[in-house]
């Protein structure tokens, strides 16, 4: 298989799950992160009393993004179902910006990636689905891979930062 080919279809475009019954275990990690506009009124209701009426926003959002990450496998069909190691969840309010950031390891014959951005989708939606009666109008702008390391492909990082533009 060369670069110019998808992985997860066979030779007559069906889709397949990859076989990685015969790849090395390695230690492998992934870095995610989604962008998520609160707005001014829900960013200062977060950060003065740590919740709204349904309760403490960023833990509940923790919390959901790990149990997401545990079950990937069950929402992307291709995806191996992995025993993950670790699940670090990191919420952060920058202004009306909350940025969310997960990493996830595991000991594993393929990546993390998916449950990294499993994580952080997941936590973003939990943070609309709790916030969403102060205002509708909650953002999730991005959802994107930082890093991954580990696997026969290697290391990899992104290079743009959208928080510096560059």
């Known amino acids: 298989m060369n670069d110019n080919t998808f992985s997860h279809l066979d030779d007559d475009g069906r889709a397949r799950m990859v076989d990685i019954g015969n790849k090395e275990i390695t230690q492998r990690k992934a870095r995610a992160e989604a ?6 009124r829900i960013a200062r209701l977060i950060r ?9 926003v960023l833990e509940t ?8 990450a545990k079950r990937t496998a069950e929402l992307i069909p291709m995806c191996h179902s992995l025993g993950v190691d670790c699940v670090d969840i990191d919420l ?7 940025l969310v ?24 939606l939990t943070v609309y689905d709790m916030c969403k009666s102060a205002g509708k109008g909650i953002v999730i702008e991005s959802i994107r ?5 580990g696997g026969k492909s290697g290391d990899w990082r992104a290079d743009y930062n959208p ?3 560059g």
């Not at 003065?48 to 403490?56: E, H, I, L, Q, R």
């Not at 950031?101 to 973003?124: D, I, K, L, N, Y």
């Not at 891979?145 to 390391?149: G, H, I």
């Open 35 to 40: 962008v998520v506009r609160l707005g001014d």
């Open 48 to 56: 003065d009393t740590g919740g709204v009426s349904k309760g403490n």
């Open 61 to 68: 959002a923790r919390v959901a993004g790990i149990m997401a």
């Open 92 to 98: 952060g309010l920058l202004g009306d910006t909350l």
């Open 101 to 124: 950031t997960a990493e996830v390891r595991c000991q594993g014959r393929t990546g993390v990636e998916m449950e990294a951005m499993t994580a952080v989708a997941v936590a973003s």
């Open 145 to 149: 891979l930082l890093e991954k390391t």
């Open 163 to 165: 928080e510096t533009g």
